[in-house]
């Protein structure tokens, strides 16, 4: 007889752990992000869009517009900070935190000093911009207007966004090769 108990359930490398999938709007962060989870045996998807339609008025619109630029800017730290936290919580609890969220630029150093747990995994999602604006043509929903194109955003993330963990040009695979590819390279992923 032992000591400790048998853990419920084997443990998983990424155990306890924080992956964050971010890229462009139509990168395919929601999709890849929720098939990630769904391999590992226990995770949580934390949506970082689910905390910016929470705000029931006063939310400021993702807009372009350098008038509105701070404004903008304060909300999605704010979102940030609760996404992390909510990963973090996650992670205490054994789970793998799965975020997804548009971290580019100068936020995703931020990001990263904003989140405690360690490991914690970064995946740059990075298809390029003709990739973009088909899958944007292809979708429901819009996330470009209010002054945003696909070029512009990848600009941003291409010139501005530091060389942070794995970044994956998956515009010509499938999301379960996505997946492969990130599993297959956590290490490239893994920041300190």
Do not use: N
Not at 10 to 27: E, I, N, Q
Not at 104 to 119: C, H, K, N, Q, W
Not at 145 to 171: K, N, V, Y
């Amino acid at each position: 007889m032992t000591d400790h108990p048998t853990p419920l359930h084997p443990l998983h490398p990424l155990d306890s752990s924080v992956v964050l999938v971010t890229g462009v709007m139509a990168a395919g962060k929601s999709t890849v992000a929720q098939a990630l989870a769904e391999r590992l045996p226990r995770s949580a998807h934390v949506c970082g869009d689910t905390f910016r339609r929470m705000m029931v008025s006063g939310a400021a619109e993702m807009s372009a517009d350098a008038d509105a630029r701070e404004v903008v800017r304060e909300q999605l730290r704010l979102r940030h900070r609760i996404s992390a936290a909510a990963a973090d919580l996650y992670a205490d609890a054994g789970l793998t935190a799965v975020v997804q969220d548009i971290v580019i630029g100068d936020a995703l150093p931020e990001y990263v000093s904003m989140v405690r747990t360690r490991p914690l995994f970064v995946v740059v999602l990075a298809p390029r911009p003709e990739v973009i604006s088909a899958r944007e043509d292809a979708r429901e929903k819009t996330g470009y207007g209010l002054g945003w194109t696909p070029e512009g955003m990848d600009g941003i993330l291409r010139d501005e966004t530091p060389r942070t963990g794995l970044w994956l040009d998956s515009g010509g695979l499938t999301v379960a090769e996505t997946v492969d590819a990130i599993l297959a390279r956590l290490d490239e992923a893994r920041v300190s």
